[in-house]
C-alpha cells in the first residue's frame, strides 16, 4: 500500500508556517497521481494544536509525533522521527516544502531511508508507479524532468508552485506516532535564534514584493515606503545583502528566496541570472532602472529607464492619491 | 586539525547555459568551467580556521581528469594535497556522498567543509545525506552575523568558532526569517552559504606552489562504492520565455499600466 508523506512545519512561534500549506497541496497532487492516501507529520513538544489546525486540509491521517527534543529543530532529532514513521506506515513518498528547514531535514531523512531525492519540485508528471518530478537546475536556466529510482522517493517542493491548500472535506485522523530514543541523543545542540522581526508580510507569501538592488547604494527608504503604503514585502538583491545593507533574509534569487507575487517591483536591480532565478514567476514585473541596458528589462512587463529615487515617491503618491 | 574540502567542476555561473533541441542535457560547446562558488567559499573557512588553529586542509574532487583544474586552483589557494575520485559520468548527491565518506574514512578528518548547492543541480542534499552516513552533526547554510564588509572579514577571521576542548563548533545558519546558531559535536559536516566569507585569490607564488602539491587517485571501486545515480534526468527544457514586455515614458503612465492593465494594484 502506497502512501504519501508530507512533513509539516511550525514556526518558531509554534504556529503553522503558511508553506506547509503549499507543500499539502502537493502532496494532495502526488497522492491522486499514484493512487495513495495522504499522510502528515506533525513533530512538536506538544504537536496536537498544529494537528488541529491541519485536520480539514484534505489527508487521510495526521500522524503527531512528541518529543521535547523537538523544542528547537534541529535535524538530528527530526529525522530518526521522520524516518521511522515513514517506514512504520510504509510511505514511499516523503516531502516537505524547500523551506530552510525543509531543506536541511528531508535530505537527511532521505539518507535514513536510503531514497533518492529530488529538491525545489515544481511539479509531478506520469502517473502510478511512473511518477516524474520536475525540478530547475542551474539557476532555473534548466527544467528537468527526473526520476528517483530508489523504493522510497524523498523531495521538497517548491511552495510558489503550488497554490495553498483549502480546508473543507473530511477532517483528517489523527495519530500519536512514538518517536525512537534517537531524537533525544542529536550530536547538534540548538543555541540561539536571532529573528529579523518585519511588520511587513513574509517574502515569500508577500502577493506585492518591492525590491531594491546596487542602484540604492543602501538606502532602502524609498523601497520600504514603497512597501509599506502597497501592504508589500521587502526584497533585496545579492549585491546589497553581501554589502550588509539589509538582512540576508531579504535575499530574492537562485540561493535566497524565491518569490512569485502578483506584483514585482524591482528598483535598482540589473537583473543577475541569478537574481532572476528567484522571481521571474511573478505575474507582473516592474523594473526601474537608470541603465537602459539592464538585463532586469528583458523579463520585465513594465520598464521604466529612470532614478529610482525619483520614481519610488512619485508612485508612492500616485497610489497613495488613488486610494 | 585536519579539514576536508570539496571542489567541484560546474560550469561558470556567469555561462549561458542553453538547453540541446534534443533534451538531453546542455550544450557544452563555448562553456568555462570553474570551482562551484560554494565549494570555494568551503575552501576558503577551510584554510582561515587551518589558519588559527594549525593544521591542514585536504581538498577532494570527483569527476574525469578536468577536475584536477578545480583541485589545482584550491591548492593554489593554499589547501595542502588533493584527493582526485576518478570517475566518469552522471553524479547525483547519493553517489557524491557515499564517494566523499569513503574518503573521510580514510582521512579522518576534524571537519568536512562543504558548499551548501552546486550551481549546476541546485539539488543541496549531498553535506546532509554526508552527515547522517557518517552519523555526524550537520551545520547547513553556514552563514556569519558580521557583513562581507566587515572587520572581522577583512582580518580574514574564520565563522566557524572551534570550542577550546576541540570537541565541539558554533555554527551560524542562514535559515528562514533571520540566523540560528547552533553547536556541532566534531567531527562535522559544514555546509557554507553564501555570506560565509569572500574566498581569496590564489597568489602566483601559490599558483607555482600548487604544482608540486600532491593530487593522490583513488576510483569508485577503490572506495567500495558503486556510483550509479538514482536521480535519474528523464529530460530538459528551457524554461518557458516571459513574453516581450514595454518601457513606459513615466510614473503615470506606469501607474495607470499597474491599476487598469495589469489590475495589480
Same mark, same amino acid.
Given at each position: 500500500m502506497s502512501t504519501v508523506l508530507i512533513v509539516a512545519e511550525a514556526q518558531p512561534d509554534g504556529q503553522?508556517?503558511?508553506a506547509t500549506l503549499n507543500a499539502v497541496a502537493a502532496g494532495k497532487d502526488l497522492a491522486q497521481k499514484v493512487g495513495a492516501p495522504l499522510h502528515l507529520a506533525v513533530l512538536a513538544q506538544d504537536p496536537a494544536k498544529l494537528a488541529e489546525t491541519l485536520k480539514p486540509y484534505g489527508a487521510a491521517v495526521i500522524h503527531t509525533v512528541a518529543s521535547p527534543a523537538f523544542a528547537h529543530y534541529v535535524a538530528e532529532s527530526f529525522a530518526p522521527a521522520v524516518a521511522a514513521l515513514a517506514a512504520s506506515i510504509g510511505a514511499d513518498f516523503v516531502g516537505a516544502a524547500a523551506t530552510a528547514q525543509g531543506r536541511d531535514l528531508l535530505p537527511r531523512v532521505a539518507a535514513k531511508l536510503k531514497a533518492a531525492m529530488a529538491s525545489e519540485v515544481t511539479a509531478f508528471g506520469g502517473s502510478g508507479t511512473d511518477i516524474t518530478f520536475t525540478r530547475p537546475m542551474w539557476a532555473g536556466s534548466v527544467i528537468a524532468e527526473v526520476k528517483l529510482m530508489t523504493p522510497v522517493k524523498a523531495f521538497t517542493v517548491r511552495a510558489t508552485e503550488f497554490s495553498a491548500a483549502e480546508p473543507g472535506g473530511a477532517p483528517a485522523e489523527v495519530k500519536a506516532f512514538q518517536p525512537p530514543a534517537?531524537?533525544?541523543?542529536?550530536p547538534t545542540q540548538f543555541v540561539s535564534f536571532n529573528e529579523v522581526k518585519s511588520a511587513r508580510p513574509e517574502l515569500t507569501e508577500a502577493s506585492i514584493v518591492v525590491s531594491g538592488g546596487r542602484g540604492t547604494k543602501g538606502d532602502f527608504k524609498e523601497i520600504e515606503a514603497l512597501a509599506d503604503e502597497l501592504g508589500a514585502a521587502v526584497g533585496a538583491s545579492r549585491a546589497v545583502c553581501d554589502a550588509g545593507w539589509v538582512p540576508n533574509d531579504y535575499q530574492v534569487g537562485q540561493t535566497g528566496k524565491v518569490v512569485a507575487p502578483k506584483l514585482y517591483i524591482a528598483a535598482g536591480i540589473s537583473g543577475a541570472i541569478q537574481h532572476l532565478a528567484g522571481m521571474k514567476g511573478s505575474k507582473t514585473i516592474v523594473a526601474i532602472n537608470k541603465d537602459p541596458e539592464a538585463p532586469i528589462f528583458q523579463v520585465a512587463d513594465y520598464g521604466i529607464v529612470a532614478d529610482l529615487f525619483k520614481v519610488l515617491p512619485e508612485l508612492r503618491a500616485a497610489i497613495h492619491a488613488a486610494k | 586539525m585536519k579539514i576536508l574540502v570539496t571542489a567541484k567542476r560546474v560550469e561558470d555561473p556567469e555561462s549561458k547555459i542553453k538547453v540541446k533541441t534534443d533534451g538531453s542535457g546542455i550544450v557544452q560547446e563555448g562553456l568555462k568551467y570553474k570551482i562551484n562558488p560554494f565549494d570555494e567559499i568551503a575552501v576558503e573557512e577551510g584554510l582561515r580556521l587551518a589558519a588559527k588553529h594549525g593544521g591542514e586542509v585536504v581538498v577532494v574532487s570527483i569527476g574525469p581528469k578536468e577536475v584536477q583544474e578545480q583541485l589545482r586552483h584550491a591548492l593554489a589557494m593554499g589547501a595542502t594535497k588533493a584527493v582526485w575520485v576518478n570517475h566518469a559520468g552522471a553524479l547525483d548527491p547519493m553517489s557524491a556522498a557515499a564517494l566523499l565518506k569513503g574518503v573521510i574514512e580514510r582521512e579522518k578528518p576534524d571537519l568536512a567543509i562543504l558548499g551548501? /548547492? &552546486?550551481?549546476?543541480?541546485? /539539488? &543541496?542534499?549531498t553535506g546532509q545525506y554526508l552527515a547522517e552516513w557518517l552519523g555526524w552533526s550537520q551545520g547547513t547554510f553556514a552563514s556569519k552575523v558580521e557583513s562581507l564588509e566587515s572587520d572581522a572579514e577583512k582580518a580574514k577571521t574564520p565563522a566557524i568558532q572551534i570550542a577550546a576542548d576541540g570537541k565541539s563548533a558554533q555554527v551560524v545558519r542562514e535559515v528562514d526569517n533571520g540566523l540560528a546558531t547552533v553547536s556541532v559535536k566534531l567531527p562535522a559536516v559544514v555546509t557554507t552559504d553564501l555570506r560565509l566569507n569572500l574566498p581569496r585569490y590564489a597568489s602566483l607564488p601559490g599558483i607555482m606552489k600548487a604544482k608540486s602539491k600532491p593530487i593522490e587517485e583513488l576510483t569508485p571501486a577503490a572506495l567500495g562504492v558503486d556510483a550509479t545515480p538514482q536521480v535519474e534526468v528523464v529530460k530538459m527544457s528551457a524554461p518557458p520565455p516571459r513574453k516581450a514586455g514595454i518601457k513606459v515614458g513615466d510614473v503615470q503612465e506606469l501607474f495607470t499600466k499597474l491599476k487598469n492593465e495589469a489590475k495589480v494594484i
Open positions: 503553522l508556517r503558511k534517537e531524537v533525544a541523543s542529536s | 551548501k /548547492q &552546486s550551481i549546476d543541480d541546485d /539539488q &543541496s542534499q
